[in-house]
């Protein structure tokens, strides 16, 4: 298996301590998986938090009642990344 499927979501912050607090929000009510952002993400914080596509809606109705909105969300399309998701 590899570390990031087509059925996965890449949730991106904008700081570490973000995705920190995030996992913390997560960890009981999701399987997540804390992970290095791929290198074709730009990200600041150097991390992401892995999900499946299937509780993505959920996972960010958690995270915006705990004033945690990911800046960005990903999905692996074949060997890219493509972005699904952008929050202001």
């Given amino acids: 298996m590899r570390m990031v499927e087509e059925h996965h979501r890449l949730i991106v912050f904008n700081s570490i301590h973000r995705v920190m607090m ?11 998986v804390l ?3 791929p290198r074709s993400i ?5 991390m992401v938090i892995r999900i499946g ?10 995270l ?8 960005t969300i990903y999905c692996l ?6 972005l699904v998701g952008e929050f202001s």
């Fill in 77 to 82: 399309r074949g060997e890219a990344f493509e």
């Fill in 22 to 32: 995030a996992e913390m929000a997560l960890k009981d009510q999701f399987d997540m």
């Fill in 64 to 71: 915006t009642v705990k004033g945690l909105t990911p800046v």
């Fill in 42 to 46: 730009t990200a600041d914080c150097g």
């Fill in 53 to 62: 596509e299937d509780v993505c809606d959920a996972v960010v109705d958690v």
């Fill in 35 to 37: 992970m290095p952002v």
